[in-house]
């Protein structure tokens, strides 16, 4: 397992870096296409629990809204998300007039994906996107890398109280407080490192740094932590088997979502 996790790591990381390096529609196109394979798994997760969920109205809306928001930004996502959101409710009318009981809730999964993945999915590319923002982005998701593996060590050490007894037992708040201080740490090391590219005008500071690391770990472990209720819910271990070793791409961006919305709000915030 951990040779098949490294080999697709090893073989992800290039491309990854070159995306963010390439920036514009390599980038949006890269982030779109990650964030519409989670949505497809997300909603093979509810049909697996007997929901049915609009999966093209969910695809279809996580990929405008995205697309929409290397367009054009924040312009014209308020009228995607209000057509699609009056989309999925005639769907699942004419659905509910056709025999489908549960095609109340069958709306608000639908509703729910449409917003997860494609609005605030969208944030990861309003991050590249912002002044020197394949600095920030390479500060923000890696800090958020640094968080789960500081977790993971010193949870694996020295972890005895549980963070989550139904979701996910083998977490602890050692290795939450862990991963906090790592995070904290990181984000400052590898804001002292993109510095040096970025140059002093991008503001990447250790301060700035240590702030986004710490913010990630605090909050993006609810991302992991809603996926695997979603997964525990329907009965699997994994979203997907896309990437071996890893499970599938829900599996590995359920934390980017977060670490998007975060860290753009805070660059704003700060910049």
Avoid: C
Avoid at 84 to 107: C, I, K, N, P
Avoid at 125 to 144: H, K, M, T
Avoid at 195 to 223: D, K, N, Q, V
Avoid at 254 to 269: F, M, N, P
């Amino acid at each position: 397992m951990l040779v098949k996790r490294t080999l697709v790591s090893l073989l992800l990381l290039p491309i990854g870096l070159l995306a963010i390096a390439a920036g514009g529609w390599i980038f949006a196109g890269t982030i779109t296409l990650i964030v519409t394979l989670a949505a497809w798994e997300y909603v093979q997760l509810f049909r697996k629990n007997g929901d049915q969920p609009a999966g093209i109205l969910i695809l279809t809306g996580t990929a405008l809204l995205l697309l929409a928001r290397a367009w054009d930004g924040f312009e014209s996502a308020p009228v995607l998300l209000s057509l699609l959101t009056l989309a999925s409710m005639t769907w699942h009318v004419v659905a509910y007039e056709r025999g489908r009981d549960q095609a109340a809730s069958d709306f608000a999964i639908t509703l729910a994906g449409i917003v997860y993945f494609g609005w605030i999915g969208g944030y990861l590319i309003s991050l590249r996107q912002l002044p020197d923002g394949e600095w920030w982005f390479l500060l923000a998701v890696p800090s958020l890398w640094l968080v789960d593996s500081g977790a993971y060590m010193i949870g694996s050490r020295f972890g005895k109280h549980k963070l989550s007894q139904r979701i996910s037992p083998r977490k602890s708040w050692e290795g939450y407080f862990g991963g906090l201080v790592t995070g904290a740490i990181g984000g400052a090391l590898l804001a002292m490192l993109w510095s040096i590219g970025a140059g002093p005008e991008a503001g990447l500071t250790p301060m700035r740094g240590a702030l986004i690391g710490i913010t990630m770990g605090l909050f993006t472990i609810f991302g992991d932590l809603g996926e695997s209720m979603v997964k525990r819910q329907v009965g699997v271990k994994d979203s997907g088997n896309l990437l071996p070793g890893h499970g599938g791409a829900f599996d590995r961006i359920d934390s980017w979502l977060w670490a998007g919305v975060i860290g753009y709000y805070l660059v704003v915030w700060m910049v």
